[in-house]
């Protein structure tokens, strides 16, 4: 049977912590600072044989107004009434507060299914705090260490007698785990067993966050004024017009000269993270100052990954000028960014939603390039008609002979030519080599890998046994001189 696990309490009890053990990964940010969860974070989490959805949340605080933290608290409410169990954390060591009072009062008032647990009871320490938390009237409090995994067999007992009582036969919907250990696998993405992997990226208050909810249709994500909201890299799953996607909130990345928090580096190696294993990267834009320094980094990182690339700009409901504006960011596009030539630009307004009918094309469009494979034969016509209209430098009055090309793999398109000097071979012609390809094979924008190789020689052997047989008979015709 499975069900959804909300973990909540106020900031710093070590909900991400627990998060992280359940799911049996590192994917919530942890440190010492309090409030570092922002957003809702769901994660497939196994316990002792029990299998759920587990839901890491922002702090609970007291605010209810619009600020930051009553826009985090709506969101941790909304969880709790979500879900179908609500892991009630308190700190042990610190003992039962009235914040934890007011929001146990709460639980209780919401009428959901809530099991108590006083983290960070290990040793003598937290042995007062966990008799406290008797007081909140929640029942008997479980003994949890989330960092050093104790009580985590008490913790499945409870859960599973919960379980029991719920009406929720069919599988959770949850996160799947990018598997960092090897290369994506080569199969066809956007379907529901394997959704197509998304990552939205750009500068700080580029509107990621806000282009997504408008995507799912629906405040899922914490957004707001304020710069830098959004801290931990959070996936969604959404079918998208027939598409099933899996779309990568991101942490605005700033100069890396800029960076000075710990927090800050955490967000946006996590950040990094998802770019490295996404399939299709969304640099989105801001149209009033785009193209920037910082812009042109993240393009970078993301061709240098090896992924699809589609460039949105934002807030285009904000631009008057419509038709010149168009006109200068294509041309600063293709001057900016000479190594993703071709790649589409999308102009969109993650407030009112237009535009979003072309990124999603964009973004499909960008998918089937980067999964694309050419025939040998097509590619070895190409490759004659291309060195008899530029033939390869002849440095030192060497030719160098371009004899052989196919395609090695996908995802990005990368192609194996076999030459005679492969290590003379200019960085010049390898990018006419590139662009040619992205022009008659119709690869836009996506990253293109040239690998040169020597030309193996098959009378190699052949040539060391001729030389030995000659050594052979030239000795064997010394002896007989000699004798």
Known sequence: MSFTLAIVGRPNVGKSTLFNRLVGKRLALVDDQPGVTRDLREGAARLAGLKFTVVDTAGLEEATDESLQGRMRMLTERAVDMADICLFLVDARAGVTTVDQLFADLLRKRGTHVILGANKSEGRAGEAGFYDAFSLGLGEPVALSAEHGEGMDELAHVLRSFAETLETPEEAVTDVIVDEDGEAEELPSGTASKPMQIAVVGRPNAGKSTLINKIL??????????????????????????????????????????????????????????VKFAEVVVVLLDVDIPFEQQDLRIADLAEREGRAVVIAINKWDLEDQKSA????????LDRLLPQLRGV???????????????????ILRAYEVWNRRISTAKLNDWLRDAVAHHPPPAPGGRRIRLRYITQAKTRPPGFVVKCSLPEDVPKAYERYLINGLRDDFDMPGTPIRIFLRKQDNPYADRKVKHKTTISKHKGTAKKHRDK
């Open 217 to 274: 249709g629906e405040d899922r994500l914490l957004t707001g004024p304020e710069a830098g909201i959004t801290r931990d890299a959070i996936s969604v799953n959404l079918n998208w017009s027939g598409t099933h996607m899996r779309i990568f909130d991101t942490a605005g990345m700033r100069k890396k000269a800029k960076i000075q928090e710990k927090l800050e580096k955490l967000s946006v190696s996590d950040g990094l993270r998802a």
């Open 325 to 332: 504006k168009i006109k200068d960011l294509k041309e600063r």
């Open 344 to 362: 589409p630009m999308v102009t969109v307004s993650a407030l009112t939603g237009r535009g979003l009918d072309r990124l999603h094309e964009a």
